[in-house]
Every structure is written in C-alpha cells, then in structure tokens.
C-alpha cells in the first residue's frame, strides 16, 4: 500500500499553504510511516527533512522511495521515538506530524515537542477529532474503544493554547484522502482473509471492515483535523 492510513498530498499541501512562512532551515515529520507526507514537504519547499519513526522498516521504505524521486538528498531518516525529539533536533523551525501524535497522546505530544520549536516556529500536528455534538451512539462507542483520548476541535484547541501554542489554523482531512489509496485498498485485503485459517487475523480482518462500515456511514461526525499552530 502507499500509505498505512489517511491523508493525501493535496491536504498536507493545502495545510502547508496555510503556513504564513514557507522557508524552514530545520523541519522534523514526527512519527512519519513509510513517508508520504515526507516527500510532499520535501519536494514543495525543496528543503531537508528529518522523517523520524520507531520502524525501521517504514524507513527503509521511505528512504527508497525519495531515492525513486530523485529527491533522497532532501530526507533524512532516524529510528526514533518521537518523544525524543527534543534531545536530538533544536531548534526546530517546522514540526510535521500526520496521524502519529496520539501514540504519545495529543496533549503529551504538543508538550514533548515545545522545548525543541524555536519562538517563532510552526507545529502542524492532525489529530482525530469529534467534528460534531450529536454523534450517533454506535460510531461513538466504537470511536472511544479504539481511541478513547479523541476529544472536539475545540478542546483540542485549548489543549495547545494552554502548552503555549497560538492557534493559527485548522483543517479537516477530506474525506477522499481516507478512501484513496487507503480504505479502497484496505477493504478487499480484509475480506480476502475474513476465512483465514488463524482467528486472529479473521478477527482483525472483520474489525478492519467493521471501521470502514463506520466511516461510510457516520464519517461526518470525526475526523482527522490538521490543527497549525505556532508557538508564541
């Protein structure tokens, strides 16, 4: 697959664009994957990036893909947990962060990472959001067992204005970044192994396919929201 879950370059640029700066000498991807919004910053702003991830094997990946791009000068990789970034890159003049945060937690994550972003300096971190009041009863559930730290747009952003972030703006991840690429991939492997000889993959192939079922049918009350914040 050519991402391990959703986004699309369109969004990351148009969050990019949102930025007042575009020129960074120091730019960190927390918890980048196998990379696609790596290569998307790298190749817009023509800079170096450093893609940090605890896999070495999505880094790899990552790696060969920028050297496919012919853009391997401009991504830097280090296996490593995001929590230390602080100790390894300062200052930091753009921190990326798609879809990771929550490993660490949201409000850990804006805390971890303020030391290391110079005054002055940008985070752009997406987080799942509630996106709505009334949502229905069977995608909260669901939505709270699988991550129960999710919280509304609102809260989250008054968690990084308490961490010392000024809000500069928020986006919601389209929802054909979640399709693309990604859950129209996604659901035919899941169902090729719903008869798997093994329960757990049967079991983690029918809760694959239970998550999109979600999406489809009450995608509209969460989301992934790009919060851009700069530290004030």
């Known amino acids: ?20 700066e575009d020129s960074f000498q120091v ?26 991830d605890l896999s070495a094997a999505h880094l790899d990946c990552l790696a060969q893909r920028a050297k496919e791009l012919g853009i391997g000068h401009l991504v830097q990789t280090h296996c490593m947990d995001m ?31 303020f030391p290391a972003i110079r005054a ?11 996106l709505r ?9 669901y939505l709270l067992a699988s991550y129960p730290g999710i919280r509304d747009v609102d809260r989250n952003r008054a968690i990084a204005q308490a961490a010392g972030y000024q809000v500069v703006a928020t986006h919601v991840l389209s929802k054909a970044a979640w399709i693309e ?17 093994e329960k757990p993959v049967r079991d983690f192939a029918a809760e694959t396919l239970k998550g999109i ?13 790009f919060y851009v914040l700069k530290k004030q």
């Open 120 to 130: 002055g300096g940008y985070a752009v971190v997406s987080e799942l959001s509630w």
């Open 181 to 197: 690429d990604y859950y129209e991939k996604l659901a035919p492997l899941a169902r090729s192994l719903l008869n798997h000889d």
């Open 83 to 113: 929590a230390d970034i602080p100790a390894t890159f300062a200052p930091i003049d753009l921190l990326w962060s798609e879809c990771a945060a929550y490993h660490i937690g949201f409000a850990n994550a804006l805390k971890a990472w």
């Open 133 to 141: 009041d009334d949502v229905p009863d069977e995608a909260r559930e």
């Open 27 to 52: 730019i960190v991807d927390a918890g980048c994957g196998i990379g696609r919004q790596t290569l998307a910053l790298a190749r817009r702003l023509n800079a170096t990036v450093h893609a940090v």
């Open 213 to 225: 079922w979600i999406f489809d049918c009450f995608g509209d009350s969460y989301g992934y929201v």
């Open 1 to 20: 697959m050519k991402k391990l879950g959703p986004g699309s370059d369109a969004d990351t640029l148009k969050v990019l664009a949102m930025l007042p």
